[in-house]
């Protein structure tokens, strides 16, 4: 698998606006909702997201996960001083189930494990990438109201 991690460019934001519109249409069933109804409110989901994440993450690494040259998804890190965490992972939808979040995943750990860091980041409970995790040897550490708080240590599994 021919999988590289590089940085955000001007250029690259209506792809991310794509990809992260488009896990907003899955989770929040849009599809189900009135027409007309989902473009708005999308929109502002996105632009939410953004914009929380910049205020929280100020000094995230953004990196669009590129497979054989094209782009397949987004990698939002923040490496802090004692802990690496994972704001937001998202594999576009035509490139799930074929193992790119999970080498990206390994990465990210061997990169902690090499720096004697832990690895955390927030999962829905419900979520189906909360099983990828813990095959991956991350556990919960707490759970604030609909997500867990998972923590990858280093030397884990």
């Known amino acids: 698998m021919s999988l590289e991690l590089r940085p955000v460019v001007p250029g690259d934001e209506s792809y991310l606006y794509r990809i992260a519109y488009e896990r907003f249409f899955e989770e929040l069933r849009a599809d189900l909702w009135p027409p007309g109804t989902a473009e708005p409110l999308l929109k502002l989901q996105v632009e939410g997201q953004r914009t929380s994440y910049a205020s929280a993450f100020p000094n995230a690494d953004h990196g669009i996960i590129m497979l054989y040259g094209q782009p397949a998804g987004r990698l939002l890190m923040d490496r802090g001083p004692q802990v690496h965490h ?12 074929k ?45 604030i109201q609909d997500r867990w708080l998972l923590e990858h240590l280093p030397g884990a599994a």
């Open 86 to 97: 994972i704001v937001d992972i998202l594999v576009a939808k035509e490139y799930r189930g």
């Open 99 to 143: 193992g790119v979040g999970t080498a990206i995943l390994r990465a990210v750990c061997i990169e902690a494990d090499l720096l004697h860091k832990a690895v955390r980041l927030y999962v829905g409970v419900n979520s189906r990438a909360a099983g990828l995790y813990q095959r991956l040897g991350f556990h919960v550490i707490d759970t």
